[in-house]
């Protein structure tokens, strides 16, 4: 990456330079068939300011044979932005086999003058066993040697290092550590997750998940990191959180073929359609019986332009997420659009990829966290701010915590409860320790009341039987930490579930055998 603009969990919107002008992060590379194209590239750079797209080295040689090098592929797709040339790997993935070698495949690239060439690794779909999955892995490193040479001799296109391993990730962990060993990660600028096109159409979301994660924790940050294949924009926000700056598809023209009209929360097939719930310029200026009614290349051509206004749409709510630091929030909305995805989005946000996350998440942020449900708990600014507390807060030398319970969904009210508590109590804050009991936060320190992310949040105050469970565990770990030998429970006001929250915490300081009393906030 040649600039980081801001970022959020992460992800980051950022600008790469490229041969053919900087190309802003993270952005989608529409795939672009070498001959037969119902939408070109530059009027999709025209349109959406798509200035780098990718195409398929081995598609153009079967179908214009082996180039000689006297026209790139820009001229040959009448395009002046940047180019990203697809090895073939894809057909390998699809069909077995492709009738050219590594070698054959750079040459291709390197005559066509690609922008970002590919070396043709093997890809290692779902239904590989472990065991053919590592002879494929094993190929695609002895494939990464034998390409090396070329690589060398053509420094003026950047080279991208595809990932193998598929859903296995101990493969993909076993692969990096290979390339690593032998020196072979220097020699490229890009880098490519592949055979994530069948993970997908499975929605295994949940291996997608942990695949871009393990890919993301063993590379270095400061190189590009592709996603070949990403599909649908409904996943877009997501590969964009766990760290992919760019990604490919085809999908905008391939379901257009097949009637299918994509919307940020899902897919309709055109027949199904009473209306067309979109504002685009197709939508704009057509029904779903005319579409139906027109001819097979017009109404592939006007379905496809509107899956590239759904997707770049898609593209521009994230990165003004990154910008604004809610990305967190945008990926709450979008889990609810598929039963798949939601299932994956309660694994990531169930505290396992807490770190992962906070390293693009900033320590401080603009805008206040708007929390929907238990889902949002282990988000990484809270994580990191319980995390800071169990670390650096230091009690006063007291033997006694007023713990008060608050189900008041503005920070604003807290804080001023916090004032009229130290008016009233300015006497006995050397004698006891005074602490808020906050759902989707837990155990926060009078002191540390006016600290981010504590004092900017607006939340609903549910207590599902999941968030109960949390606050419960984050209640025996302050209990842990700061051995207070008496507390005092302070309920401020009957909430939902408040009540049983009281009593569980009545259980879980008679099992720790602290004693404790129970006292209203206007008795302190």
């Known amino acids: 990456m040649d600039e980081i ?25 529409p795939v672009i068939d070498p001959r037969n194209n119902l939408i070109t590239a530059q009027e999709m750079k025209k349109k959406f300011d798509f200035n780098l797209v990718i195409t398929s080295a081995y598609l153009y040689y079967k179908r214009f044979g082996m180039p000689d090098g006297a026209n790139s592929i820009h001229e040959t797709l009448g395009f002046d932005g940047n180019i990203m040339m697809d090895s073939g790997a894809y057909q390998v993935l699809v069909y077995g086999d492709v009738d050219i070698d590594p070698v054959q495949s750079l040459q291709i690239q390197s005559n066509l003058k690609a922008d970002i060439g590919v070396i043709l690794d093997v890809p290692t779909p779902p239904a590989d066993t472990y065991s053919q999955a590592k002879q494929k892995v094993e190929e695609t490193i002895r494939r990464i040697g034998v390409s090396l040479p070329h690589i060398e001799t053509h420094p003026e296109t950047i080279w991208t290092l595809p990932i193998q391993g598929g859903k296995n990730v101990k493969l993909i962990e076993h692969y990096l550590g290979e390339v690593k060993d032998k020196d072979y990660l220097s020699h490229f600028r890009f880098h490519a997750l592949g055979s994530v096109a069948p993970v997908m159409s499975q929605y295994d979301f949940l291996s997608l998940f942990s695949m871009i994660r393990t890919s993301r924790e063993l590379l270095p940050h400061n190189i590009p990191f592709h996603l070949f294949g990403a599909g649908h924009p409904m996943i877009f926000p997501f590969v964009v959180a766990l760290g992919s700056d760019t990604f490919d598809s085809a999908a905008y023209i391939l379901y257009a073929k097949e009637n299918r009209y994509m919307t ?16 685009c310029e197709v939508c704009s200026n057509w029904t779903p019986k005319e579409l139906l009614d027109a001819d097979e290349d017009t109404r592939i051509r006007n379905v496809a332009l509107h899956n590239l206004h759904v ?12 910008k604004d630091g809610n990305l967190w929030e945008l990926l709450v909305n979008r889990s609810k659009v598929h039963p798949s995805l939601y299932k994956a989005f309660k694994h990531i946000a169930n505290g396992s990829y807490t770190e992962f996350f906070e390293y693009g998440t900033p320590s401080t942020k603009q805008t206040g966290l708007k929390i929907s449900g238990e889902d949002s708990f282990y988000r990484p600014e809270y994580s990191r701010g319980r995390k800071r507390i169990y670390e650096r807060y230091s009690p006063n030398n007291s033997k006694i915590v007023i713990l008060i319970s608050s189900g ?55 207590l599902s039987e999941g968030l109960l469970s949390k606050l419960e565990l984050e209640i025996e770990r302050f209990l842990e930490i700061f051995p207070y ?14 009540k049983v929250l009281i009593e569980n915490i009545k259980k879980i300081l008679n099992n720790r055998e602290i004693p404790f009393k129970e006292k209203n906030f206007r008795e302190l």
């Open 5 to 29: 603009i801001s970022s959020d969990l992460h992800g980051r919107l950022g600008k790469i330079a490229l041969p053919k002008g900087d190309v802003i992060t993270p952005t989608l590379l």
């Open 311 to 322: 997707s770049y749409a898609e593209l521009k709510r994230i990165r003004v997420s990154l």
């Open 485 to 498: 030998q008496e507390v005092v429970l302070c309920p401020l006001d009957d909430w939902d579930n408040s």
């Open 408 to 462: 008041r969904n503005n920070p604003v009210e807290i804080l001023n409860l916090r004032i009229e508590l130290k008016n009233s109590i300015k006497s006995k804050t050397n004698e006891m320790d005074f602490a808020f009991l906050i759902p989707f936060i837990g155990i926060l320190p009078l002191e540390l009341i006016e600290t981010y992310p504590f004092s900017q949040y607006v939340f609903s105050a549910v």
């Open 264 to 279: 940020s929360e899902g897919t309709y097939h055109l027949q199904e359609l009473y209306e067309l719930p979109c504002s």
